[in-house]
T-cell receptor
Framework: AQSVTQPDIHITVSEGASLELRCNYSYGATPYLFWYVQSPGQGLQLLLK??????LVQGIKGFEAEFKRSQSSFNLRKPSVHWSDAAEYFC????????????FGGGTRLMVKP | EAGVAQSPRYKIIEKRQSVAFWCNPI?????LYWYQQILGQGPKLLIQFQNNGVVDDSQLPKDRFSAERLKGVDSTLKIQPAKLEDSAVYLC????????????FGSGTQLSVL
């Protein structure tokens, strides 16, 4: 069964500082990997996705993520955080071989200090 | 483009009562998902439809939860009878074809069971 672990429940960074949110997955075959963001009272919005090819993927709002197969990781990064980035971030894994089911991690809540 | 519509936005019921949630996916999206998101956790897939057929309902508590998508468009999720632990946000999502296409999420229905 596929699973996703986000080790950090809460992270606080200062505005303008860099950000890295960790994500580790467990799946035997090649996974599809996603990062979603959820602002209070809002639905989830896709930031970026990885299916194949270049392991560094660019997303919306200046985010990027790097797929590292050897580490089973798909960490999300942003070079300079804005106050509006404060939200909850979810990593997810899916696969055609798993019946197309998308499994989410527990989420990381990002707080941004002025 | 209209997004995924869900209603009601909030619902408060007492335990052992029944409740129903409604979802209207984005036009043309064949795949529809219901997720349960308990406070502080990531979304958990309850059921996935492809048109009006069930693809995956392995995590749906079938003794009390039911879902249907009779005409392959709108969907209804029902809980009968509700338990305290059913308090959560119920998210509906849709996509053209999983898993390569991103999921579009509705804003969810927040259920409180007292």
């Amino acid at each position: 069964a596929q699973s996703v672990t986000q080790p950090d429940i809460h992270i606080t960074v200062s505005e303008g500082a860099s950000l890295e949110l960790r994500c580790n997955y467990s799946y035997g075959a090649t996974p599809y990997l996603f990062w979603y963001v959820q602002s209070p009272g809002q639905g989830l919005q896709l930031l970026l996705k990885y299916f194949s090819g270049d392991t560094l993927v660019q997303g919306i709002k200046g985010f990027e993520a790097e797929f590292k197969r050897s580490q089973s990781s798909f960490n999300l990064r942003k070079p300079s955080v804005h106050w509006s980035d404060a939200a909850e971030y979810f990593c997810a894994v899916g696969s055609y071989n798993a019946g197309n089911m998308l499994t989410f991690g527990g989420g990381t809540r990002l707080m941004v200090k002025p | 483009e209209a997004g995924v519509a869900q209603s009601p936005r909030y619902k408060i019921i007492e335990k052992r009562q029944s409740v129903a949630f409604w979802c209207n996916p984005i036009s043309g999206h064949a795949t529809l998902y219901w997720y349960q998101q308990i406070l502080g956790q990531g979304p958990k897939l309850l059921i996935q439809f492809q048109n009006n057929g069930v693809v995956d309902d392995s995590q749906l508590p079938k003794d009390r939860f039911s879902a249907e998508r009779l005409k392959g468009v709108d969907s209804t999720l029902k809980i009968q009878p509700a338990k305290l632990e059913d308090s959560a946000v119920y998210l509906c999502a849709s996509s053209f074809t999983p898993p390569s296409e991103k999921l579009f999420f509705g804003s969810g229905t927040q259920l409180s069971v007292l």
